[in-house]
């Protein structure tokens, strides 16, 4: 398997993005799959590696990235040195981030034989759920989508970050990192660009528009992000594939940091729903 870590996408007048790569220097017609981590996530969190290696060694080609502005840096891409970028990350942003990772991709693999470019699936999680069911929805180049322990709403959690005249006023308000301890801002050019872009970002009209196969798994003892919001996902699209992996907590029972060898029993039964919607 060849690993590539740490690739750094360049953009003209725009925040570099870090990315990874996953893939098989000897298996024909991989397709590729990009994933999207979640809110105060990164690409290195946790078991994402080792899930990406097992998709990797299952015939994919893995590719994860972090969002420009998600607070890493390019010389630390797993804690949040930069907080003045992480408050002004919003949800457009996630979405151009993730639209240049797929074209970068296409570009990075289009002499690769065995890499197929024109085979993409997207993976979101949580928050990156949400962004990566916007992008499939707007997208031709996705083939597939699957989304872990995703949102369903992004209205509700910008209105509610904090008291909106405050906020105003304020021009800034902050959320605590139960893991760094970090108090982490939220601009309120955050609110001003979800109202802007109200209309694009409605995640429910975005499932209702999808033309393309959606698997939907969700943790059934999940308490950041309820299942409720994955069974709302799948209502308003039936041809949604839809998996409850039972006992599964947001992030499948997995920690940062993740020191063995195997994945949990819970993030294992993801990869391996994830194989086979992929591959069928």
């Not at 946790?46 to 998600?70: P, Q, R, Y």
């Not at 797993?78 to 570009?107: C, H, R, S």
Request: net charge negative; aromatic share 10%.
């Amino acid at each position: 398997m060849k690993i590539d870590k740490n690739i750094i996408l360049e953009r003209d007048n725009k925040k570099p993005i870090l990315i990874d790569t996953f893939y098989s220097e000897n298996i024909e017609n991989q397709s590729v799959v990009i994933f999207s981590h979640g809110y105060k996530g990164f690409k290195d969190w946790g078991a994402w590696d080792l899930m990406s290696e097992t998709l990797a060694k299952a015939g994919f080609c893995f590719i994860k990235f972090n969002f420009s502005h998600n607070g890493g840096t390019m010389d630390n891409p797993i804690d949040f040195p930069d907080l003045e970028a992480f408050g002004n990350n919003n949800y457009t942003k996630e979405l151009d981030d993730l639209d240049a990772v797929i074209t970068w991709t296409q570009d990075y693999f289009k002499s690769n034989s065995n890499i197929n470019i024109q085979n993409i699936s997207l993976i979101g999680h949580s928050r990156g759920g949400g962004i990566t069911i916007l992008k499939a929805s707007e997208d031709h180049r996705i083939t597939k989508l699957i989304t872990l322990a995703s949102v369903c709403d992004f209205g509700k959690r910008t209105a509610t970050i904090g008291d909106l005249d405050s906020w105003k006023k304020e021009g800034v308000k902050y959320v605590l990192n139960g893991r760094t301890k970090q108090q982490m801002p939220h601009f309120y050019q955050f609110f001003e660009d979800f109202k802007a872009n109200e209309e694009r970002l409605h995640i429910e009209s975005a499932e209702r528009r999808l033309n393309i196969p959606h698997l939907i798994i969700h943790g059934s003892d999940d308490t950041s992000v309820k299942i409720d919001e994955a069974e709302a996902l799948h209502q308003w699209n039936p041809n949604s594939e839809y998996k409850i992996i039972d006992n599964a907590d947001h992030v499948f029972n997995t920690k940062h940091p993740w020191n063995k060898s195997e994945l949990s029993n819970e993030l294992n039964a993801v990869v391996d729903q994830v194989i086979d919607f992929i591959k069928r």
